[in-house]
Antibody, heavy 121, light 107 residues
């Protein structure tokens, strides 16, 4: 069955960096677009970034553009989110999600359980 | 950027009720809309794609309709398991956008 397992969350000071990982199994990872979506405590869902199956295209929300980078390693069935210059407002549960298409232009049919990132001094 | 506005933000209903949640787009998005259900502490689960297609495994009491700028999610007969928060999502567009959510509460 499809599994997405996020890791790498934790408590970090403002201005510092953190890298999240999402290990995928149960489907052909190299044929699927992937996304990161976050949810601040008590708030709604916010899409963060998406990447095509072959890394040929990446897309970002304006709120993270220039600070976050999405990448993937198809040999390791893993997608990453490098988060630099973290701000208090980046505090959220971060979910990785699988796109139904090879690009990152479809809906999300599977989600991980999420990893909590807390940005605080 | 295209905005999605859901209404109502909160909905109180009883088991067996028929309920409808609306999602309005700030401009036409054809049928590039999905609906998700999220329960506390859990990841979202897709219910409807392409505005009206029921995702595999989702009970038939859920249905979606609409195109262009106005969309609805209807639950025909509420079950105890349906009390959750529902989100609409615009895809096939960047940025991907979610509505602000509708919390469905037990009356």
């Amino acid at each position: 069955q499809v599994q997405l397992v996020e890791s790498g969350g934790g408590v970090v000071q403002p201005g510092r960096s953190l890298r999240l990982s999402c290990a995928a199994s149960g489907f052909t990872f190299s044929s699927s677009g992937m996304h990161w979506v976050r949810q601040a405590p008590g708030k709604g869902l916010e899409w963060v970034a998406g990447i095509w199956y072959d890394e040929s295209n990446e897309y970002y929300a304006d709120s993270v553009k220039g600070r976050f980078t999405i990448s993937r390693d198809n040999s390791r069935n893993t997608v990453y989110l490098q988060m630099n210059s973290l701000r208090v407002e980046d505090t959220a549960v971060y979910y990785c999600a699988k796109d139904i298409y090879t690009s990152s232009s479809g809906w999300f049919d599977f989600w991980g359980q999420g990893t909590l990132v807390t940005v605080s001094s | 950027d295209i905005q999605l506005t859901q209404s109502p933000s909160t909905l109180s209903a009883s088991v067996g009720d028929r309920v409808t949640i609306t999602c309005r787009a700030s401009e036409s998005i054809s049928y590039w809309l999905a609906w998700y259900q999220q329960k506390p502490g859990k990841a979202p689960k897709v219910l409807i794609n392409q505005a009206s297609r029921l995702q595999s495994g989702v009970p038939s009491r859920f249905s979606g309709s609409g195109s262009g700028t106005e969309f609805t999610l209807t639950i025909s007969s509420l079950q105890p398991d349906d009390f959750a928060t529902y989100y609409c999502q615009l895809y096939n567009n960047y940025p991907v956008t979610f509505g602000q959510g509708t919390k469905l509460e037990i009356k």
